[in-house]
C-alpha cells in the first residue's frame, strides 16, 4: 500500500488523475458451472447482491419455512427482543413442527426467535405473530409491507411459517435478498449460525432443547446458517449462507430433492471463482494536495470508507480515480474537513470514498515591516 500510495501521490497533476496501480493477467480458471436438482436456485454475493449462479430464479414457487426468514426480520425489527410475551391459545397446537407451547406461558421475544430459527416451530411463528400485529392476519400484511420495501414483487406471504398455500409464494432471487437482510440484523446472524440452545418449558428453565435443523452448520467449512424448509407440495427448500475471508455467500435452492448436495457445489462455485480484495482499510489510502499559504506547503488526505470490491479470481487491472474540487487548498485547513472523493474502479465495478484532511495546516503570519515587527516581539516578550 505504501508503494501505491507513493505512486498516487506522484502523479497528482490538477487534482484528478487515473493510475494503474495493480496488473495481473486474467485467468481462465476452468470452473464449470455447479450442477443442481433444484427447480430454482440462486447464489448471491451477501453483501452487495451480486448474482453469481441461477437457475429459473424468478420462477414463484412454495417456500415452506423459509418463510420465517422474514417472520423473524419483522418480529427482530419491531421492538425489544426481551420483552416478555404470553402465549395465547391459538399458537398452541399449530400444525407441523412444534415446541409444544402451553397456553398461557411466558417466554422472551429472543427465545421465540430461536424456536423459529432452530427448531423451525410453527407455534413460535404464531405466538410471535399475534405478538407483534395482534393476529396472523395482521402480521402478514407487514410481511408483505416490509417485502414491498424490499422492492420485491414475486414474494406474497399468507402465514407467518410457511405451511401449503397457493398464494404463498417466492422466488429463489427474493428469496435471497430477504436474506441478506437477515443477515444485517446482528441477533439474527447470531441465531441462523447457532447449533444448539436451550429455552424455558412453562417456567422451567433451560427445559427445552433447540437443535438446528441446518446440517451445513456442521458439514460445510465457513456455514454461517440460515433456514430449512418442507412440505410435500413445496418440496425440500433451503436457504444458506457462508463466509470464507470476509466474502459472505448466500445460495437458495427451491424444490430440490438434492439440496445439500446443491448447496455445497454452488458455494464451491462461488469461493472458488470470487474473492475479496481488501485494497485500503479505512484511513490507509493517502493522496496529498498543495497548500497556499500555509506555514507547509501540502496537506494529507485519506479516505473515511474502505476500499473493497468482490472480483473474479485473476481478475485483470485495477485503477484510482480522485476528484477535488480545486487544484489547491488556501490555508488555514483543519483535520477533519471533507475534500473529494476516491474511486477504484476494475473490471467494470466501483467504489468510492469520502476524503478528508488527516492533519491540519495553519496560515503563515503576514510578512510585517521591520519596525512593526519589533513591536509584535515586545508585545510577546511582555
Known amino acids: 500500500m505504501k508503494n501505491i500510495c507513493a505512486l498516487i501521490v506522484a502523479l497528482v497533476i490538477g487534482f484528478c488523475f487515473c493510475v494503474s ?10 470452473l464449470s458451472l455447479p450442477s443442481v436438482s433444484a427447480e430454482s436456485a440462486i447464489l448471491i454475493n451477501g453483501e452487495d447482491g451480486a448474482v453469481y449462479f441461477e437457475k429459473n430464479a424468478d420462477a414463484r414457487l412454495g417456500m415452506a419455512s423459509t418463510t420465517k426468514l422474514m417472520t423473524a426480520l419483522v418480529a427482530a425489527e419491531s421492538g425489544d427482543v426481551n420483552r416478555v410475551v404470553t402465549i395465547p391459545a391459538q399458537a398452541v397446537g399449530v400444525e407441523g413442527s412444534s415446541i409444544y407451547l402451553v397456553e398461557g406461558e411466558r417466554l422472551t421475544m429472543r427465545e421465540l426467535l430461536y424456536a423459529l430459527l432452530l427448531s423451525s416451530a410453527n407455534d413460535a411463528a404464531t405466538a410471535i405473530a399475534i405478538a407483534v400485529a395482534g393476529s396472523v392476519e395482521d402480521f402478514c400484511a407487514k410481511m408483505n409491507e416490509r417485502g414491498a420495501q424490499m422492492g420485491l414483487t414475486d414474494t406474497h406471504f399468507t402465514n407467518p411459517h410457511g405451511l401449503y398455500d397457493e398464494e404463498h409464494y417466492t422466488t429463489a432471487r427474493e428469496l435471497a435478498k430477504i436474506a441478506a437482510e437477515v443477515l444485517c440484523e446482528p441477533l439474527l446472524r447470531q441465531i441462523v449460525a447457532t447449533v444448539r440452545a436451550t429455552i424455558p418449558h412453562d417456567g422451567e428453565e433451560n427445559k427445552r432443547l433447540l437443535l438446528n435443523h441446518n446440517k451445513l452448520l456442521r458439514t460445510y467449512e465457513g456455514a454461517i446458517g440460515m433456514k430449512t424448509g418442507f412440505t410435500k407440495k413445496t418440496g425440500r427448500t433451503l436457504v444458506s449462507a457462508a463466509q470464507r475471508d470476509g466474502l459472505v455467500l448466500i445460495a437458495v435452492t427451491l424444490n430440490a430433492p438434492d439440496d445439500w448436495r446443491d448447496h455445497a457445489a ?24 498543495p497548500v497556499t499559504g500555509g506555514v507547509c506547503e501540502s496537506v494529507t488526505l485519506t479516505n473515511t470508507e474502505p476500499l473493497v470490491l468482490t472480483l473474479p479470481k485473476g481478475h485483470g487491472d485495477v485503477s484510482y480515480s480522485v476528484q477535488g474540487t480545486s487544484r489547491f487548498l488556501f490555508a488555514p ?5 471533507g475534500f473529494g472523493t476516491v474511486t477504484l474502479i476494475c473490471q467494470g465495478q466501483a467504489v468510492s470514498s469520502p476524503l478528508i484532511l488527516s492533519d491540519s495546516v495553519a496560515a503563515k503570519e503576514p510578512d510585517l515591516p521591520p519596525f512593526l515587527r519589533r513591536i509584535k516581539n515586545f508585545f510577546k516578550t511582555e
Open 266 to 289: 454452488m458455494l464451491d462455485y462461488g469461493f472458488s471463482r470470487y474473492e475479496r480484495v481488501v485494497f485500503a482499510q479505512v484511513g490507509s489510502f493517502f493522496v496529498e494536495l
Open 333 to 337: 485547513v483543519s483535520y477533519g474537513d
Open 21 to 30: 496501480v495493480y496488473a495481473q493477467p486474467a485467468a481462465e480458471d476452468g
